[in-house]
């Protein structure tokens, strides 16, 4: 079984850029969350979708926000990028949504590593 | 204060050593405790999955949660070099919305010198 596809590995972008960052969840699983890596503030949670609904934002500005399709597939996208937006962007998926669901596990992909000059 | 506070390391021990690893938390309501180990350049690999207090055992690796003491452990039994990793330990309360996210540590480097 295929594990979470994130895509790209690598991204460079100058400030004021915006980006879109591309995941695919497990197979079979409906809920995706999103999470900012950094060295200083370690992991943080941006946002949740289940069937294409977000269920859940984290602590961050409107310029971070996100879709999800029919086929479970999530983009997260970033406008007006800062420096401070460098970070490695990783998605996890799990098969029912967080909000409901009390075990539920999280499965993460590799991320996207975001480099913003 | 952070919610979760995990000691950041760097952590260097010989081969087959028992590695200790540890977090406290502040918030009484987490309930489900996680760790997970994560490689350079890769993202978070889920190694236990508790819930409540107690210790669960897999393989090598257990996973300790005091709740009295808001304090969870994971021991790793005869360290490898493939253990060198930075693990995260991670938490869930049992409440509705956004507190059902992952609060996660800022993760412990470790490294096991063959």
């Known amino acids: 079984k295929a594990g979470v596809t994130q895509t790209p590995r690598y991204l460079i972008k100058t400030r004021g850029q915006q980006v879109t960052l591309s995941c695919s969840p497990i197979s079979g699983h409906r809920s995706v969350s999103w999470y900012q890596q950094t060295p200083g503030q370690g992991l943080q949670f941006l946002f949740e979708y289940f069937s294409e609904t977000q269920r859940n934002k984290g602590n961050f500005p409107g310029r971070f926000s996100g879709r999800q399709f029919s086929n479970s597939r999530s983009e997260m996208n970033v406008s007006t990028l800062e420096l401070g937006d460098s970070a490695l962007y990783l998605c996890?998926?799990?098969?029912?949504?967080?909000?409901?669901?009390?075990?539920?596990?999280?499965?993460f992909g590799s991320g996207t590593q975001l480099s913003v000059l | 204060q952070k919610e979760v506070e995990q000691d950041p390391g760097p952590l260097s021990v010989p081969e087959g050593a028992i590695v200790s690893l540890n977090c406290t938390y502040s918030?009484?309501?987490?309930?489900?405790f996680m760790w997970y180990r994560q490689y350079s350049r890769k993202g978070p690999e889920l190694l236990m999955y508790t819930y409540s207090s107690g210790n669960k055992e897999d393989g090598r690796f257990t996973a300790q949660v005091d709740k009295s003491s808001k304090y969870i452990s994971l021991f790793i039994r005869d360290s490898q070099p493939s253990d060198s990793a930075t693990y995260l330990c991670?938490?869930?309360?049992?409440?509705?919305?956004?507190?059902?996210?992952?609060?996660f540590g800022s993760g412990t480097q470790l490294t096991v010198l063959p």
């Open positions: 991670a938490m869930r309360q049992v409440s509705s919305g956004s507190a059902r996210q992952l609060t």
């Open positions: 996890a998926s799990s098969l029912r949504d967080l909000t409901s669901a009390t075990n539920e596990k999280l499965f």
């Open positions: 918030n009484s309501a987490f309930q489900y």
